[in-house]
Protein backbone atom coordinates (compact mmCIF):
# COMPACT_ATOMS: atom_id res chain seq x y z
CA UNK A 1 0.00 0.00 0.00
CA UNK A 2 1.52 3.15 -1.01
CA UNK A 3 1.69 5.91 2.04
CA UNK A 4 1.47 9.51 1.29
CA UNK A 5 1.12 12.49 3.48
CA UNK A 6 -2.12 14.58 3.41
CA UNK A 7 -1.06 18.37 4.20
CA UNK A 8 0.12 21.56 2.64
CA UNK A 9 1.82 22.55 5.66
CA UNK A 10 5.63 23.26 4.67
CA UNK A 11 7.25 22.29 8.06
CA UNK A 12 5.70 19.05 8.64
CA UNK A 13 5.74 18.13 5.25
CA UNK A 14 9.62 18.62 5.67
CA UNK A 15 8.94 16.48 9.05
CA UNK A 16 7.65 13.82 7.21
CA UNK A 17 9.84 13.21 4.53
CA UNK A 18 12.44 13.22 6.34
CA UNK A 19 11.15 9.43 7.20
CA UNK A 20 12.24 8.76 4.38
CA UNK A 21 9.40 5.96 3.57
CA UNK A 22 6.56 8.18 2.52
CA UNK A 23 5.78 7.87 -1.08
CA UNK A 24 4.23 11.12 -1.91
CA UNK A 25 2.08 14.39 -0.87
CA UNK A 26 -1.42 14.56 -1.55
CA UNK A 27 -2.57 18.91 -1.29
CA UNK A 28 -5.48 20.76 -1.92
CA UNK A 29 -6.37 24.26 -1.99
CA UNK A 30 -8.37 24.15 1.17
CA UNK A 31 -5.30 23.02 3.08
CA UNK A 32 -3.31 26.11 0.86
CA UNK A 33 -6.06 28.37 2.39
CA UNK A 34 -5.93 26.93 5.60
CA UNK A 35 -1.98 27.30 5.85
CA UNK A 36 -2.25 30.91 4.91
CA UNK A 37 -0.21 30.48 1.51
CA UNK A 38 -0.85 33.15 -0.75
CA UNK A 39 1.24 32.29 -3.97
CA UNK A 40 -0.25 28.58 -4.81
CA UNK A 41 2.02 28.54 -8.05
CA UNK A 42 5.24 28.71 -6.07
CA UNK A 43 4.15 26.45 -3.35
CA UNK A 44 3.84 23.79 -5.90
CA UNK A 45 6.67 23.96 -7.20
CA UNK A 46 8.02 24.31 -3.77
CA UNK A 47 6.76 20.92 -2.81
CA UNK A 48 7.47 19.18 -6.10
CA UNK A 49 11.27 19.89 -4.99
CA UNK A 50 10.36 18.31 -1.55
CA UNK A 51 8.63 15.49 -2.33
CA UNK A 52 9.00 12.13 -4.39
CA UNK A 53 5.44 12.54 -5.90
CA UNK A 54 2.90 15.24 -5.91
CA UNK A 55 -0.55 15.25 -6.31
CA UNK A 56 -2.18 18.80 -6.79
CA UNK A 57 -5.72 20.29 -8.27
CA UNK A 58 -6.15 20.99 -11.21
CA UNK A 59 -9.38 22.44 -11.50
CA UNK A 60 -11.68 23.87 -14.18
CA UNK A 61 -15.22 23.83 -14.62
CA UNK A 62 -15.31 21.66 -18.42
CA UNK A 63 -13.18 19.41 -19.34
CA UNK A 64 -11.23 21.80 -21.51
CA UNK A 65 -10.52 24.02 -18.76
CA UNK A 66 -9.15 20.92 -16.57
CA UNK A 67 -7.04 20.01 -19.73
CA UNK A 68 -5.21 23.34 -19.68
CA UNK A 69 -5.17 24.48 -16.05
CA UNK A 70 -3.04 21.01 -16.24
CA UNK A 71 -0.82 21.38 -18.82
CA UNK A 72 -0.05 25.05 -17.58
CA UNK A 73 1.37 23.66 -14.31
CA UNK A 74 3.29 21.46 -16.09
CA UNK A 75 4.92 24.43 -18.14
CA UNK A 76 5.56 26.04 -14.77
CA UNK A 77 7.91 23.13 -14.84
CA UNK A 78 5.98 20.29 -12.46
CA UNK A 79 7.67 16.73 -13.88
CA UNK A 80 4.96 14.62 -16.05
CA UNK A 81 6.16 11.86 -14.53
CA UNK A 82 5.84 12.50 -10.92
CA UNK A 83 2.73 14.60 -10.79
CA UNK A 84 -0.70 13.57 -10.39
CA UNK A 85 -3.47 15.95 -11.00
CA UNK A 86 -6.52 15.98 -8.67
CA UNK A 87 -9.80 16.27 -10.33
CA UNK A 88 -13.07 16.38 -8.46
CA UNK A 89 -15.39 13.31 -10.00
CA UNK A 90 -18.18 14.58 -12.27
CA UNK A 91 -18.40 14.09 -16.15
CA UNK A 92 -16.40 16.72 -17.40
CA UNK A 93 -13.77 15.91 -14.74
CA UNK A 94 -13.90 12.17 -16.27
CA UNK A 95 -13.40 13.97 -20.09
CA UNK A 96 -10.49 15.79 -18.89
CA UNK A 97 -8.96 12.58 -16.83
CA UNK A 98 -9.53 10.52 -20.14
CA UNK A 99 -7.96 13.23 -22.12
CA UNK A 100 -5.02 13.61 -20.00
CA UNK A 101 -4.20 9.94 -19.36
CA UNK A 102 -4.06 9.86 -23.35
CA UNK A 103 -1.11 12.56 -23.06
CA UNK A 104 0.49 10.30 -20.35
CA UNK A 105 -0.58 12.37 -17.30
CA UNK A 106 -1.57 11.16 -14.03
CA UNK A 107 -4.80 11.69 -12.43
CA UNK A 108 -6.58 11.16 -9.72
CA UNK A 109 -9.85 11.52 -9.47
CA UNK A 110 -11.45 12.35 -6.24
CA UNK A 111 -14.28 13.49 -3.87
CA UNK A 112 -16.04 9.99 -4.73
CA UNK A 113 -18.90 9.11 -2.36
CA UNK A 114 -20.56 6.81 -4.55
CA UNK A 115 -20.02 3.55 -6.17
CA UNK A 116 -21.36 4.99 -9.31
CA UNK A 117 -18.70 7.84 -9.02
CA UNK A 118 -15.88 5.50 -8.80
CA UNK A 119 -16.97 3.72 -11.65
CA UNK A 120 -16.84 6.84 -14.48
CA UNK A 121 -13.76 7.56 -12.38
CA UNK A 122 -12.35 3.65 -13.34
CA UNK A 123 -13.97 3.96 -16.75
CA UNK A 124 -12.11 7.52 -17.55
CA UNK A 125 -8.50 5.56 -16.32
CA UNK A 126 -7.99 7.43 -13.79
CA UNK A 127 -4.45 6.70 -11.92
CA UNK A 128 -6.46 6.74 -8.64
CA UNK A 129 -9.99 6.78 -7.27
CA UNK A 130 -10.14 8.53 -4.21
CA UNK A 131 -13.10 7.90 -1.83
CA UNK A 132 -13.27 10.26 1.18
CA UNK A 133 -13.99 7.86 3.89
CA UNK A 134 -14.03 10.62 6.80
CA UNK A 135 -16.42 13.21 5.18
CA UNK A 136 -18.96 10.28 4.54
CA UNK A 137 -18.88 8.90 7.67
CA UNK A 138 -19.95 12.07 9.23
CA UNK A 139 -22.56 11.76 6.78
CA UNK A 140 -23.66 8.23 8.84
CA UNK A 141 -22.58 6.49 5.61
CA UNK A 142 -20.79 3.23 5.21
CA UNK A 143 -17.87 4.47 3.74
CA UNK A 144 -15.96 1.29 5.11
CA UNK A 145 -18.23 -0.34 2.61
CA UNK A 146 -17.59 1.81 -0.35
CA UNK A 147 -13.76 1.50 -0.26
CA UNK A 148 -14.38 -2.14 -0.16
CA UNK A 149 -16.69 -2.06 -3.77
CA UNK A 150 -14.15 -0.10 -4.83
CA UNK A 151 -11.35 -2.56 -4.36
CA UNK A 152 -13.36 -4.92 -5.75
CA UNK A 153 -14.55 -3.79 -8.85
CA UNK A 154 -11.13 -2.97 -9.46
CA UNK A 155 -9.88 -6.77 -9.10
CA UNK A 156 -12.79 -8.49 -10.51
CA UNK A 157 -12.97 -6.05 -13.95
CA UNK A 158 -8.70 -5.42 -14.09
CA UNK A 159 -8.88 -2.16 -14.02
CA UNK A 160 -5.46 -0.33 -13.85
CA UNK A 161 -6.85 2.33 -11.62
CA UNK A 162 -5.24 2.39 -7.75
CA UNK A 163 -7.89 2.86 -5.04
CA UNK A 164 -6.43 5.49 -2.75
CA UNK A 165 -8.43 5.78 1.17
CA UNK A 166 -8.36 9.08 1.99
CA UNK A 167 -9.80 11.33 4.53
CA UNK A 168 -8.28 10.01 7.34
CA UNK A 169 -9.12 10.84 10.59
CA UNK A 170 -7.53 8.43 13.21
CA UNK A 171 -4.77 5.60 13.22
CA UNK A 172 -7.90 2.86 13.19
CA UNK A 173 -8.78 4.42 9.56
CA UNK A 174 -5.09 3.29 8.03
CA UNK A 175 -5.86 -0.52 9.69
CA UNK A 176 -9.26 -0.37 7.81
CA UNK A 177 -7.33 0.51 4.84
CA UNK A 178 -5.03 -2.55 5.47
CA UNK A 179 -7.63 -4.85 5.83
CA UNK A 180 -9.50 -3.82 3.08
CA UNK A 181 -6.87 -3.96 0.59
CA UNK A 182 -6.45 -0.45 -1.22
CA UNK A 183 -3.81 0.76 -3.11
CA UNK A 184 -2.78 3.73 -1.52
CA UNK A 185 -3.84 5.57 1.54
CA UNK A 186 -2.83 9.68 2.44
CA UNK A 187 -3.03 10.43 6.27
CA UNK A 188 -2.62 13.79 7.63
CA UNK A 189 0.39 14.51 9.85
CA UNK A 190 -1.20 14.28 13.13
CA UNK A 191 -2.24 10.47 12.49
CA UNK A 192 1.23 9.30 10.98
CA UNK A 193 3.06 10.53 14.27
CA UNK A 194 0.82 7.62 16.04
CA UNK A 195 1.00 4.99 13.85
CA UNK A 196 4.32 3.44 15.14
CA UNK A 197 3.17 4.07 18.88
CA UNK A 198 1.75 1.21 21.23
CA UNK A 199 2.05 1.72 24.96
CA UNK A 200 3.21 -1.83 25.61
CA UNK A 201 5.96 -1.03 22.95
CA UNK A 202 6.78 2.17 25.17
CA UNK A 203 7.23 0.18 28.02
CA UNK A 204 9.51 -2.42 26.51
CA UNK A 205 11.83 -0.13 24.75
CA UNK A 206 12.78 1.56 28.25
CA UNK A 207 12.74 -1.65 29.66
CA UNK A 208 15.81 -2.73 26.71
CA UNK A 209 17.64 0.53 27.58
CA UNK A 210 17.42 -0.02 31.20
CA UNK A 211 19.16 -2.73 31.32
CA UNK A 212 21.59 -1.71 28.71
CA UNK A 213 22.45 0.43 30.80
CA UNK A 214 22.82 -1.60 33.84
CA UNK A 215 24.78 -3.88 31.96
CA UNK A 216 26.80 -2.01 30.18
CA UNK A 217 27.74 1.48 32.39
CA UNK A 218 29.89 1.14 35.51
CA UNK A 219 29.01 3.65 39.15
CA UNK A 220 31.86 6.15 38.18
CA UNK A 221 30.28 7.08 34.98
CA UNK A 222 26.78 8.21 36.24
CA UNK A 223 27.65 9.02 39.85
CA UNK A 224 27.13 12.33 41.41
CA UNK A 225 30.03 14.27 42.40
CA UNK A 226 29.33 17.34 43.88
CA UNK A 227 28.69 18.24 47.33
CA UNK A 228 28.42 14.47 48.18
CA UNK A 229 30.36 14.70 51.33
CA UNK A 230 30.70 17.10 54.58
CA UNK A 231 32.47 16.91 57.66
CA UNK A 232 31.03 15.58 60.74
CA UNK A 233 32.30 18.89 62.17
CA UNK A 234 29.89 21.00 60.68
CA UNK A 235 26.77 21.64 61.05
CA UNK A 236 22.66 19.86 59.93
CA UNK A 237 21.80 22.75 58.57
CA UNK A 238 25.36 23.03 56.13
CA UNK A 239 24.37 19.50 55.38
CA UNK A 240 21.15 20.26 54.38
CA UNK A 241 21.98 23.38 52.20
CA UNK A 242 24.66 20.69 50.21
CA UNK A 243 21.62 17.84 50.06
CA UNK A 244 19.61 20.20 48.16
CA UNK A 245 21.96 21.88 46.15
CA UNK A 246 23.12 17.87 45.28
CA UNK A 247 19.78 17.32 44.54
CA UNK A 248 20.54 13.96 46.69
CA UNK A 249 18.17 12.99 49.60
CA UNK A 250 21.42 12.04 51.58
CA UNK A 251 25.14 13.04 51.87
CA UNK A 252 28.09 11.22 53.23
CA UNK A 253 29.62 12.17 56.44
CA UNK A 254 33.60 12.42 56.65
CA UNK A 255 35.33 12.12 60.21
CA UNK A 256 38.53 14.48 61.13
CA UNK A 257 40.62 11.23 59.88
CA UNK A 258 39.37 11.34 56.19
CA UNK A 259 37.04 8.13 56.83
CA UNK A 260 33.80 7.77 55.89
CA UNK A 261 31.77 7.83 59.48
CA UNK A 262 28.31 6.98 57.92
CA UNK A 263 25.48 8.55 55.73
CA UNK A 264 22.78 11.30 56.68
CA UNK A 265 19.27 10.98 54.91
CA UNK A 266 16.40 13.32 54.32
CA UNK A 267 14.52 10.61 56.33
CA UNK A 268 16.86 11.44 59.17
CA UNK A 269 16.30 15.25 59.26
CA UNK A 270 12.65 14.68 59.10
CA UNK A 271 12.87 12.38 62.42
CA UNK A 272 15.07 14.71 64.20
CA UNK A 273 12.91 17.66 63.48
CA UNK A 274 9.84 16.10 64.33
CA UNK A 275 11.83 15.19 67.69
CA UNK A 276 13.62 18.01 68.52
CA UNK A 277 12.26 20.60 66.42
CA UNK A 278 13.94 23.35 64.59
CA UNK A 279 16.84 24.23 66.93
CA UNK A 280 18.17 20.65 65.95
CA UNK A 281 19.78 22.12 62.93
CA UNK A 282 22.37 23.94 64.52
CA UNK A 283 24.01 20.46 66.12
CA UNK A 284 27.09 19.41 64.82
CA UNK A 285 26.73 15.91 62.37
CA UNK A 286 29.62 14.14 65.50
CA UNK A 287 26.87 14.68 68.11
CA UNK A 288 24.86 12.40 66.13
CA UNK A 289 25.00 8.58 65.98
CA UNK A 290 25.17 6.61 62.70
CA UNK A 291 25.64 2.81 61.38
CA UNK A 292 27.98 1.35 59.02
CA UNK A 293 26.59 3.40 55.15
CA UNK A 294 26.09 1.26 52.45
CA UNK A 295 29.01 1.34 49.65
CA UNK A 296 29.74 0.15 45.93
CA UNK A 297 32.97 0.27 44.17
CA UNK A 298 33.05 2.99 41.78
CA UNK A 299 34.20 0.48 39.69
CA UNK A 300 31.26 -2.21 40.30
CA UNK A 301 28.70 -2.34 37.09
CA UNK A 302 25.25 -0.72 37.98
CA UNK A 303 23.80 -4.17 37.42
CA UNK A 304 26.26 -4.62 40.70
CA UNK A 305 24.83 -1.91 41.83
CA UNK A 306 21.05 -2.89 41.78
CA UNK A 307 21.99 -6.06 43.45
CA UNK A 308 23.15 -3.52 46.94
CA UNK A 309 20.01 -1.94 46.34
CA UNK A 310 17.74 -4.61 46.39
CA UNK A 311 19.70 -6.39 49.38
CA UNK A 312 19.50 -3.51 51.92
CA UNK A 313 16.33 -1.87 51.05
CA UNK A 314 18.42 1.90 50.95
CA UNK A 315 17.80 5.00 47.88
CA UNK A 316 21.34 5.93 48.25
CA UNK A 317 24.92 4.16 48.45
CA UNK A 318 28.18 6.11 48.96
CA UNK A 319 30.66 5.46 45.73
CA UNK A 320 34.39 4.65 47.39
CA UNK A 321 37.92 4.40 45.28
CA UNK A 322 39.41 2.09 47.84
CA UNK A 323 38.97 3.62 51.40
CA UNK A 324 38.05 7.11 49.77
CA UNK A 325 34.08 8.60 49.59
CA UNK A 326 34.60 10.07 45.64
CA UNK A 327 30.86 10.41 45.36
CA UNK A 328 27.14 9.17 45.39
CA UNK A 329 24.48 7.20 43.51
CA UNK A 330 20.84 7.32 43.98
CA UNK A 331 18.87 4.75 42.93
CA UNK A 332 17.21 6.80 40.50
CA UNK A 333 20.70 7.11 38.57
CA UNK A 334 20.06 2.98 37.64
CA UNK A 335 16.94 4.10 35.56
CA UNK A 336 18.13 7.83 34.54
CA UNK A 337 18.33 7.88 30.18
Keep these: MELYLDSANLAEIEKAFQLGFIDGLTTTPTFMHRDGITDIDATILQLAKMVPTLQVEALGRTASEIETEANRLLDLGLDKSTTVFKIPISLEGATACKRLTSQGMLVNMHLVYTLQQAYIALSAGATYVCPLVGRLQDQGQDALQLVQHCVEAVNKYQYPSKIMFSSVRHPEHVRNALNIGVHA ?141 VGMLDIQDLLEL
Design 185 to 325: CTIPWKVLQHLASNHFTDIGTKQFFEHTRLITLKVREVMRHQNTTISTEQTIMEALVKMTTSKLGAITLINAQGKVHGVFTDGDLRRLLEKEGEGVLKKTLNQLPFGAPKSIPMEASLMEASQVFKTHKVDTLVVMNGDQA
